[in-house]
């Protein structure tokens, strides 16, 4: 059974950094794709950042470009977001997810296994 594990978020000033890391758990990846998701209060889900697993692809929301970098330890099976610069609009839960299509622009519906997130708060 896979399992996404997500972690550390916490509360942070404006300007400030936060690193989330997902662990997956269950089986090895070696294909797919690794989403990172963020809903706020009264909001949808927006697709943050996305990743592949076998090549690094990666996939931006405007509102984090320059600002936000994911990654990913294949060999840990895990998939990081460095967060810099953090505003207080990026105040949101944040989820991990994984899909087994192999493009980063796969639809929020097209991902299979969710974490169940991290709470990230930003301090004005």
């Known amino acids: 059974q896979e399992q996404l594990v997500e972690s550390g978020g916490g509360l942070v000033q404006a300007g400030g950094s936060l690193r989330l890391s997902c662990a997956a758990s269950?089986?090895?990846?070696?294909?797919?794709?690794m989403g990172w998701f963020r809903q706020a209060p009264g909001k949808e889900r927006e697709l943050v950042a996305a990743?592949?697993?076998?090549?690094?692809?990666?996939r931006y929301a405007d509102f984090v470009k320059g600002r936000f970098t994911i990654s990913r330890d294949n060999a840990k099976n895990t998939v990081y977001l460095q967060m810099n610069r953090l505003k207080p609009d990026d105040t949101a839960v944040y989820s991990c997810?994984?899909?087994?299509?192999?493009?980063?622009?796969?639809?929020?519906?097209?991902?299979?296994?969710w974490g169940q997130g991290t709470q990230v708060t930003v301090s004005s």
């Open positions: 997810a994984r899909t087994s299509r192999g493009t980063v622009y796969v639809s929020i519906e097209g991902y299979d296994y």
């Open positions: 990743i592949t697993w076998s090549g690094g692809r990666t």
């Open positions: 269950g089986r090895t990846f070696s294909s797919g794709v």
